[in-house]
């Protein structure tokens, strides 16, 4: 078992910058991936960015590119948000992620591991 804890959610101003943090322990593997997606209310959770863990290689999703930069500190086993230029577009509980492989994968369904979310609230 895998469990992840995000932290750093919170209330920021359009064009204002929050970083977010997920902390992993537990049972972990040869190699995966973590993602990042968010869900705004009443909507489908949306998927935001992902991170293969080994080669730290990235992928993000078209509205978030060139503002959100995903990394991780294996030391820490301990993945990163950072968001910039936020929008009001881009309130939404943010939730992290692991999936057993290292891929892109950008469908929740491929997860096997989530966090309980943090919420982001940008005001326009």
């Known amino acids: 078992q895998v469990q992840l804890v995000e932290s750093g959610g919170g209330l920021a101003q359009a064009g204002g910058s929050l970083r977010l943090s997920c902390a992993a322990s537990?049972?972990?593997?040869?190699?995966?991936?973590m993602g990042w997606f968010r869900q705004a209310p009443g909507k489908e959770r949306e998927f935001v960015s992902v991170?293969?863990?080994?080669?730290?290689?990235?992928y993000y999703a078209d509205s978030v590119k060139g503002r959100f930069t995903i990394s991780r500190d294996n030391a820490k086993n301990t993945m990163y948000l950072q968001m910039n230029s936020l929008k009001a577009e881009d309130t939404a509980v943010y939730y992290c992620?692991?999936?057993?492989?290292?891929?892109?994968?950008?469908?929740?369904?491929?997860?096997?591991?989530w966090g309980q979310g943090t919420q982001v609230f940008v005001s326009s």
């Open positions: 992620a692991v999936v057993r492989a290292p891929i892109f994968a950008t469908n929740a369904n491929a997860y096997d591991y």
């Open positions: 537990g049972r972990f593997f040869n190699n995966f991936a």
């Open positions: 991170i293969t863990w080994n080669l730290g290689r990235t």
